[in-house]
């Protein structure tokens, strides 16, 4: 088992920058990487950030790239997800996921093992 915490999230004006982290507890060794995720209200949950801890590789999404930054340490069991140039559209619950399968996209929520709680990001205009 792997136990994820979030935080970091509030409310911040259109243009602002938030710095969300996430720690994880248990079986951590067992992480081949970690993501972030967002939902808004109403609509289907969706991939921001990965990085893939035997590469160092990192993964955005087109919408958040150039703006957001996914950067942690594998042996700290930390994650952060740096965002600047926030938006309105950025507002959702973002959530921090650990997959321990080696195959598989790292843009896809079903190949992620285990999820935090989530925390509250909105921006507003």
């Known amino acids: 088992q792997v136990q994820l915490v979030e935080s970091g999230g509030g409310l911040v004006q259109a243009g602002g920058s938030l710095r969300l982290s996430c720690a994880a507890s248990?079986?951590?060794?067992?992480?081949?990487?970690t993501g972030w995720f967002r939902q808004a209200q109403g609509k289907e949950r969706e991939f921001v950030a990965a990085?893939?801890?035997?590469?160092?590789?990192?993964y955005y999404a087109d919408s958040v790239k150039g703006r957001f930054t996914i950067s942690g340490d594998n042996a700290k069991n930390s994650v952060t997800l740096q965002m600047n140039g926030l938006k309105p559209e950025d507002t959702a619950v973002y959530y921090c996921?650990?997959?321990?399968?080696?195959?598989?996209?790292?843009?896809?929520?079903?190949?992620?093992?285990?999820w935090g709680r989530g925390t509250q990001v909105t921006v507003s205009s």
């Open positions: 990085i893939r801890w035997s590469r160092g590789s990192t």
């Open positions: 248990g079986r951590t060794f067992s992480s081949y990487g």
């Open positions: 996921a650990v997959r321990t399968v080696y195959s598989g996209s790292y843009y896809s929520t079903s190949t992620y093992d285990y």
